[in-house]
């Protein structure tokens, strides 16, 4: 009913567009154009009507499945919107720093056979 009374709408705009062109006075024409200018505040509130209607159609459909879903967890990584957020991060010290204990040095490799280990052979036993 709603896409009826806006197509009415285009057709007489469409009529009255034509007649503006054919208008021989200027009070002709104003009062053409007046009415054009209502009809587009109409067709305007009219387009408003029907996105409200659509989201009314829609919050009455969703809503019962809304009520009765759990809300949505959040995923791993983001936070709850009812949490606070974390504090932000400490800045990062050297490991000598933070508890006084110098970082682990790795053992030296042998020399002799380039770090290899020595095949076990005869002459050994």
């Given at each position: 009913?709603?896409?009826?009374?806006?197509h009415?709408i285009?057709?007489?705009?469409?009529?009255l567009?034509?007649?503006?062109?054919?208008a021989?006075?200027?009070?002709?024409?104003?009062?053409i154009?007046?009415k054009?200018?209502?009809?587009e505040?109409?067709?305007?509130?009219?387009h408003?009507?029907?996105?409200?209607?659509?989201i009314?159609?829609?919050?009455?459909?969703?809503?019962?499945m809304k009520?009765?879903?759990?809300?949505?967890?959040a995923?791993?990584?983001?936070?709850?919107?009812?949490?606070?957020?974390?504090p932000?991060?400490?800045?990062?010290?050297?490991a000598?720093?933070?508890?006084n204990?110098p970082?682990p040095t790795p053992?030296?490799?042998?020399l002799?056979?380039?770090?290899?280990?020595?095949?076990?052979?005869?002459?050994?036993?």
């Open positions: 009913m709603i896409s009826d009374k806006a009415a285009e057709m007489r705009m469409f009529d567009k034509r007649m503006l062109d054919k021989k006075t200027v009070e002709d024409r104003n009062v154009l007046a054009i200018k209502h009809l505040d109409t067709r305007e509130r009219l408003d009507e029907y996105e409200n209607i659509g009314s159609i829609t919050n009455i459909l969703t809503g019962p009520a009765a879903l759990p809300p949505p967890s995923p791993p990584g983001i936070i709850s919107p009812s949490m606070p957020p974390p932000p991060p400490t800045p990062l010290t050297p000598t720093h933070r508890m204990v970082p053992a030296p490799t042998p002799a056979n380039n770090g290899k280990h020595p095949d076990p052979s005869v002459d050994d036993f």
